[in-house]
């Protein structure tokens, strides 16, 4: 018993704020394919590539990317957290396995995106599902909503993705790879 606490203690310690792999082990997803999120609550995306520069209808916003060059440069100077996710890719342009996809979502501040799953839709075309956590919100009565985003490292072992639809709470994105 002294053996086990010891254990999920030192795990505990380990896995400190890395609350995106906890996350990442209880979303479901189809075995061969990898996947690590990170959260950022606010918008690392530059004006162009960002959801603040869509209709203001649109709730949810999907962009994709296949190479190291391609993710900085679409993400803000100040995005550090972002940028070191980003590093921390090995994109299929690099000649690594990966590509990211950044979603983002307009909703209320007290509101967290996370991981709900990625299922397979079709030829080369996944899913994926993310979940809110924080109150029930209805985006259209916000005066002023505020974009939170999260970031997914993708490795299918069976193909590079030719696109991802991105649902959250009813609204969808879909992104070309």
Same mark, same amino acid.
Request: aromatic share 2%; net charge negative; hydrophobic share 40%.
């Given at each position: 018993?002294?053996?086990?606490?010891?254990?999920?203690?030192?795990?505990?310690?380990?896995?400190?704020?890395?609350?995106?792999?906890?996350?990442?082990?209880?979303?479901?997803?189809?075995?061969?394919?990898?996947?690590?999120?990170?959260?950022?609550?606010?918008?690392?995306?530059?004006?162009?590539?960002?959801?603040?520069?869509?209709?203001?209808?649109?709730?949810?916003?999907?962009?994709?990317?296949?190479?190291?060059?391609?993710?900085?440069?679409?993400?803000?100077?100040?995005? &550090?957290?972002?940028?070191? $996710?980003?590093?921390?890719?090995? $994109?299929?342009?690099?000649?690594?396995?990966?590509? +990211?996809?950044?979603?983002?979502?307009?909703?209320?501040?007290?509101?967290?995106?996370?991981?709900?799953? &990625?299922?397979?839709?079709?030829?080369?075309?996944?899913?994926?599902? +993310?979940?809110?956590?924080?109150?029930?919100?209805? =985006?259209?009565?916000?005066?002023?909503? =505020?974009?939170?985003?999260?970031?997914?490292?993708?490795?299918?072992?069976?193909?590079?993705?030719?696109?991802?639809?991105?649902?959250?709470?009813?609204?969808?994105?879909?992104?070309? &790879?």
């Amino acid at each position: 018993m002294h053996r086990r606490a010891v254990v999920v203690g030192v795990l505990t310690v380990a896995t400190a704020g890395c609350t995106d792999r906890l996350r990442d082990v209880a979303a479901s997803t189809p075995r061969d394919i990898a996947v690590r999120s990170r959260y950022v609550d606010g918008n690392p995306l530059t004006e162009g590539q960002s959801i603040r520069g869509l209709p203001a209808e649109l709730h949810v916003h999907a962009a994709s990317y296949r190479s190291h060059d391609g993710a900085l440069g679409a993400l803000r100077p100040d995005a &550090i957290e972002s940028r070191s $996710f980003v590093d921390a890719t090995e $994109f299929v342009d690099g000649g690594g396995e990966a590509i +990211l996809v950044v979603a983002q979502r307009l909703t209320a501040p007290e509101v967290e995106l996370r991981l709900g799953s &990625i299922s397979r839709i079709g030829d080369g075309a996944l899913r994926v599902a +993310l979940d809110e956590s924080g109150p029930d919100v209805d =985006v259209e009565k916000l005066d002023d909503p =505020v974009v939170k985003t999260l970031l997914l490292r993708l490795i299918d072992r069976q193909e590079t993705p030719t696109r991802v639809v991105v649902s959250v709470d009813g609204d969808r994105a879909g992104v070309t &790879i």
